[in-house]
């Protein structure tokens, strides 16, 4: 064969059509591959990954080149979801070899997937959306190498736009993860979340600005945590935790913790928490440690508390903890030295030195929710106390929205239970008054007690069955003698004494209660209806007793327990005499300490017939109306003595609120509540025989009659009636 310069024709006709060929190969590729790709990619995705998690998956919109393909909308739902499925995935990009692919073999290369959102959920009953997938999966696969799957793991991934968000109905607890992203390579994955926070209705919430999370093939990951924070209490927060969480070498399973920071984002290194711990089987130990240092290193925090002076105040804790499964066991101790603190609910003054120490061991059960304290041993200002006892938390805090019932009642904390103990132990009673700063009881400065005091006091609390509050023990304060006491003791009281009363802020009388003021009136000279009807109302056994209904301890326990705040007291006459005659009547605590041991020495100092008659001469019985002489002429114009029983349980009626129940005397008439009141008191004292037959049925018919002062119009007086409330002072008659 000879060539003459010109190609064959039939090569020229036989390379038109491998062109064409070509041509459409490659047309049919551009169109046919994309559609076949991504029919093939939603079939095996979403039945292989759907058969391996045993759920739904769904799959938006696939594009797919050659070499390249990005899915849209990833979801995986399950029958637990609820509304929103248990992860999507917004965006999957990933590249593969595409002439491998031509064949039917894909061999993934470089994948990025972005805006990953994962809920999880459990409902009250315990179901979950995770816990089949665990099972599922099983055993950890390996990071590194390819599987049998014809390479359908990539090379490398990243991930970005990480958003985790759980909610747990059974305890009350939600975890929301802000941010994060991740990167895997053969042998190595590194993840970092951001912004994670987790809270629990009434218990410790926490969050960290940034936790990094590293897993070689082989190894347990290692944990990095910054900017940490857990909140112990509303106002108690660790802060600026930071440190790591790694395998402990030898020991399979076991991580070992090294974490410090702060307190309530002041920074700085104040505490470390050093340990182990088994994730799996939830076995470890950890010892928390607060090396002392002191407290103005907290300045910033403690700037608008009622610490003050705070620059030599110190504080040193310690406490160990052994976990086990769903329980812990603890013991430690904790000192703190020269505290200061100043607030009006503790005392008019500053309180300075209040050094207190403990030792401290218990338990805490996770599926009970108890916490019990076997061993608290305190000393406080060289007192020492013990408290001891057991306390429960609800297991599910709230509620179900969708009953018509009312909440369950619920104690401080979220408490259902609680039994308490506490106990000092015998000891000297000039000790236990010397641990009292003078400040916090200023009345009970200059005494002097010989004698041995002791307490045991035991209290269980069920907030589904208030009325079964139980309240026992005792206070031994009866074996306590004064020796010296200061010169405005109630020892003064025997005799005449000037009595002072801030009527107005700033504006102070004050009245002799003795024989030389012609408005005092000694007790023969009252109506014997009077005594009988105060004490049927404020305190029926005052002859009885020794300054203290036991009894009503309880029940004002039980009421202020309902009311959820402290608003009842079990006042006997002694103690109200105490209140009006010796001290403040605001509700500090450094009054109520003053008002128990003022109340024991005014039983150990006046007679009883002596307390009655300070008392029926001192108290208000209506706006500048103190003492049963004024009152007695001033509402029925007749001396104390010449009151009718009806007239007798009237005074009994006003003396809670005498100011505001004065206002029917400026009308004239008695309110229903009043009538009401006064006829309930009258069958008190008959049931208790404290009027005859006779006597009950003539008062049933004995109209009450006020001797009105007609120089004053009823608005007049309820004018001034309306001032007196307004400018009135609950302070205390003895300005010291």
């Not at 696969?141 to 599987?147: I, K, L």
Request: charged letters at 25%.
């Amino acid at each position: 064969m000879s060539f003459s310069g010109r190609v064959p024709r039939r090569w020229l006709y036989a390379g038109a059509i491998a062109v064409g060929l070509a041509g459409l190969a490659a047309l049919g590729l551009l169109v046919v591959y994309p559609k076949l790709g991504a029919r093939v990619i939603r079939s095996k995705v979403t039945e292989r990954l759907g058969d391996k998690l045993g759920r739904e998956v769904r799959i938006g919109a696939i594009d797919v080149s050659i070499g390249h393909a990005v899915l849209h909308d990833l979801e995986i739902r399950g029958p637990n979801d609820g509304d929103t499925p248990l992860v999507h995935l917004k965006r999957i990009e990933v590249a593969f070899e595409p002439w491998r692919s031509l064949v039917g073999s894909v061999r993934l290369g470089i994948a990025s997937v972005d805006g990953v959102t994962v809920n999880m959920r459990r409902d009250d009953t315990g179901r979950d959306n995770v816990r089949d997938i665990i099972d599922r999966l099983g055993a950890e696969p390996s990071v590194g190498g390819q599987t049998s799957e014809g390479g359908l793991r990539p090379t490398s991934m990243t991930i970005t736009g990480i958003k985790v968000l759980a909610n747990d109905a059974v305890t009350g607890t939600t975890a929301l993860v802000g941010g994060g992203t991740a990167t895997w390579h053969p042998g190595e994955l590194v993840a970092q979340i951001k912004n994670v926070t987790a809270t629990t209705i009434n218990a410790p919430k926490a969050a960290a600005a940034m936790i990094e999370i590293k897993k070689q093939t082989g190894q347990p990951p290692s944990i990095t945590v910054e900017g940490g924070e857990l909140s112990i209490w509303p106002k108690l927060a660790l802060s600026g935790i930071g440190g790591t969480i790694v395998a402990t070498p030898n020991t399979p399973g076991e991580y070992t913790l090294d974490l410090s920071g702060g307190y309530g984002g002041v920074p700085g290194k104040l505490w470390t928490a050093k340990g182990a711990i088994d994730p799996r089987t939830k076995v470890g130990s950890i010892d928390l440690v607060a090396a002392k240092f002191q407290l103005d290193r907290l300045a910033p925090l403690l700037e608008h508390s009622p610490v003050v002076d705070y620059a030599s105040t110190s504080v040193d804790t310690s406490l160990h903890i052994d976990l086990a499964g769903d329980a812990a066991r603890f013991s430690g101790s904790f000192s703190l030295r020269g505290l200061n603190v100043g607030h009006p609910m503790i005392a008019d003054k500053e309180v300075h030195d209040l050094d207190l120490s403990a030792k401290v061991e218990g338990s805490f059960d996770g599926k009970l929710r108890t916490l019990e304290l076997t061993r608290g041993d305190f000393i406080a200002r060289d007192l020492p106390f013990s408290v001891t006892g057991k306390a429960a938390q609800a297991l599910r805090p709230v509620a179900d929205p969708a009953s018509l019932e009312a909440p369950p009642r619920r104690g401080p904390g979220g408490l259902t239970k609680l039994d308490l103990r506490i106990v000092i132990p015998p000891i000297d009673c000039q000790r236990v008054l010397a641990a009292i700063p003078t400040e916090m009881a200023p009345y009970m400065a200059g005494y002097q007690l010989r004698g041995v005091f002791d307490t045991d006091v035991q209290v269980e609390i069920d907030w589904a069955d208030l009325q079964a509050t139980k309240l026992g023990g005792h206070v031994g304060i009866k074996h306590c003698r004064v020796t010296e006491e200061p010169a405005d003791s109630p020892k003064r009281l025997k005799v005449e004494f000037e009595h002072y009363v801030e009527v107005e802020k700033g504006q102070w009388i004050s009245f002799v209660v003795g024989e030389s003021n012609d408005d005092y009136v000694p007790l023969a000279d009252i109506s014997p209806y009077l005594i009988k009807s105060i004490m049927s109302t404020e305190d029926s056994a005052f002859y009885q007793h020794h300054g203290f209904i036991t009894s009503e301890f309880r029940t004002a326990l039980v009421k202020n327990l309902e009311a959820g705040a402290f608003r009842y007291g079990a006042s006997s006459i002694t103690m109200q005499f105490v209140k009006n005659v010796l001290l403040y009547r605001d509700k500090t605590l450094a009054r109520k300490l003053q008002e128990l041991f003022l109340t024991w020495h005014v039983e150990n100092t006046l007679t009883k017939d002596r307390i009655l008659e300070i008392y029926f001469n001192v108290i208000e019985y209506g706006p500048g109306l103190y003492g049963i002489g004024p009152a007695s002429w001033h509402y029925f114009s007749k001396a104390p003595k010449d009151l009718n029983p009806v007239e007798a349980a009237f005074f009994s009626s006003i003396l809670p609120s005498p100011k505001e129940r004065y206002k029917q005397y400026c009308g004239g008439t008695l309110t229903k509540w009043t009538e009401g009141k006064i006829s309930r008191i009258l069958g008190i004292m008959r049931k208790r025989d404290r009027l005859t037959d006779t006597e009950y049925e003539q008062a049933k018919v004995t109209p009450l009659l006020f001797a009105k002062d007609l120089t004053e119009t009823e608005d007049e007086c309820l004018k001034r009636v309306k001032k007196a409330i307004k400018n009135s002072r609950s302070t205390n008659p003895m300005k010291r």
